[in-house]
């Protein structure tokens, strides 16, 4: 098994608390910049020390508050890769390898450091620096891989997952690669975590306002439910501005106070002509940022949506606008 | 003059040896950085009698160990912040990370400092 339970006090605003456990595969650390989640490495390397907790890497403590238990990080079988470039500047790619290939014999380390070298196709270009630091931490065969924000894109995440079956723990803001590689997140912010879980469930149903906003669900909204129909499904949820049709929400009451967010790729919009239909609210156009792939549309009482480019090259001559809020695409908490 | 330089020489070595090692100690620990000056402004302080022509063989060593600490030791922490962790996570011994590492990396700055461990006592012995 391999667990953290970190506390430890930075200022007199800022304190890291924070568990979770890291199964074989990619555990994702996301979170704003200043989260904590660097730090949260560093203390699971054995850089820093916390003011108290456990880690365990691989059943083993390396760290216990209690029993004073504070393994150096050589000891720890936890290769970190660092946000920054860490290659060692006075050796090639291929000597960086072969110092964290130390401790076989020559033959078998050469070996290695080809196997290496073949899998992840390094070679002295800039471009395959990252690569090089995860196949040489790989190389020291840990039983943890720590790997910061540091450029890392799918390819080399699978290619690292193929690499080495234990546990990683990656540090990313990069939402579309936790989707499509973490089997768990750990969404943290200001050292505490929001919310943690199976990636796929945490990415798509935050738990509260703040884990919303950091999920890309710019649309949040409070409101209070007006009615609850279990028979059709439905629920009828009164905003500020607005009302809304949601999903049925089992375990509410009428007149409960909760919060509803959506995507703004899942909200769509048409123009004001055409027959309204469920969630259908006319708003007026407030802003328009054209992105490469999108535009984003900001409308009147912070309903934001996301179309794609040829979508709003059809649309932008609209006189009137109506945004739909689909109600499958709405989350409730 | 013969005798007194191959003292020289030694101090020199000693002081640079002793310096070196002083440093790498200091980056690896990382004390406050206020004790760390305390104790270079201290040991900066002894070492004027050395400088201005004592010439036992403690004093010549004196006079050079905090110049070789001042020219070390910031390049020391350097090396120590962008790469020694990596190394030490791969798991590699702190003499492993000092030899393969630290020094190799620092050749300018240990160069200095021999050369300032030799010129503080020797300014001592011309004057």
């Known amino acids: 098994m391999t667990h953290a339970r970190l506390v430890r006090k930075v200022s007199a605003q800022f304190t890291l608390q924070a568990e979770f456990a890291m199964p074989a ?9 200043g989260a904590g989640k660097s730090l949260t490495l560093d203390l699971i390397a054995g850089f820093a020390r916390p003011d108290a907790g456990r880690v365990l890497i691989g059943d083993a403590i390396v760290f216990d508050g209690e029993t004073r238990v504070n393994l150096p990080p050589q000891r720890r079988g936890a290769a970190h890769v660092a946000a920054h470039d860490t290659l060692f500047p006075h050796m090639t790619v291929r000597e960086n390898l072969m110092f964290a290939a130390a401790r076989w014999a020559r ?6 450091v080809a196997g290496m070298i073949e899998q992840f196709e390094l070679d002295e270009a800039p471009a395959s620096r990252t690569a090089a630091r995860i196949a040489r931490a790989i190389l020291s065969e840990p039983r943890l891989l720590l790997i910061d924000e540091c450029g890392v894109d799918e390819p080399l995440l699978r290619r690292a997952m193929t690499a080495f079956p234990g546990p990683i723990l990656l540090v990313t803001a990069n939402l579309d690669l936790c989707h499509a590689c973490a089997a768990e997140v750990v969404l943290l912010e200001a050292g505490r975590i929001l919310q943690r879980g199976a990636a796929r469930e945490v990415l798509d149903a935050p738990q509260s306002p703040d884990a919303a906003r950091l999920l890309g669900f710019s649309n949040v909204f409070a409101a209070t439910i007006a009615a609850l129909d279990p028979g059709r499904d439905t629920s009828r949820l009164e905003c500020e501005n607005f009302a809304l049709t949601g ?11 909760v919060q509803v967010a959506l995507r703004p790729a899942d909200v769509k919009v048409h123009s004001g002509e055409i027959a309204s239909g469920v969630n259908f609210l006319p708003l007026p156009l407030a802003a328009v940022s054209e992105r490469v792939n999108s535009a984003r549309l900001s409308f009147a009482h912070g309903v934001t949506a996301e179309i794609p480019r040829g979508e709003w090259e059809r649309q932008r001559d609209n006189k009137s606008w109506q945004v739909e809020l689909p109600p499958a695409a709405l989350r409730v908490f | 003059m013969a005798g007194e330089l191959r003292t020289l020489a030694l101090c020199a070595a000693a002081a640079l040896i002793l310096g070196v090692a002083i440093s790498w100690a200091v980056s690896v620990w990382r004390p406050r950085r206020g004790a760390f000056a305390l104790a270079l ?7 004027a009698p050395a400088v201005l022509g004592l010439r036992a063989p403690a004093l010549m060593i004196l006079a050079g160990l905090p110049l070789v600490l001042l020219a070390t030791a910031p390049r020391f922490r350097e090396v120590n912040r962008e790469y020694a962790g990596a190394a030490r996570s791969l798991g590699a011994s702190e003499l492993r990370v000092f030899l393969r590492l630290i020094l190799p990396l620092s050749w300018g700055p240990v160069l200095l400092a021999g050369v300032l461990a030799v010129y503080a006592p020797l300014v001592g012995l011309l004057l």
């Open chain 1, 247 to 257: 999903p049925y929400l089992p375990g509410h009451f009428n007149g409960d106070r």
């Open chain 1, 25 to 33: 595969g990619v555990t994702a650390l996301a979170g704003p910049a």
């Open chain 1, 107 to 112: 033959l078998e380390r050469h070996k290695r």
């Open chain 2, 41 to 47: 402004g201290v040991l900066l302080a002894a070492n």
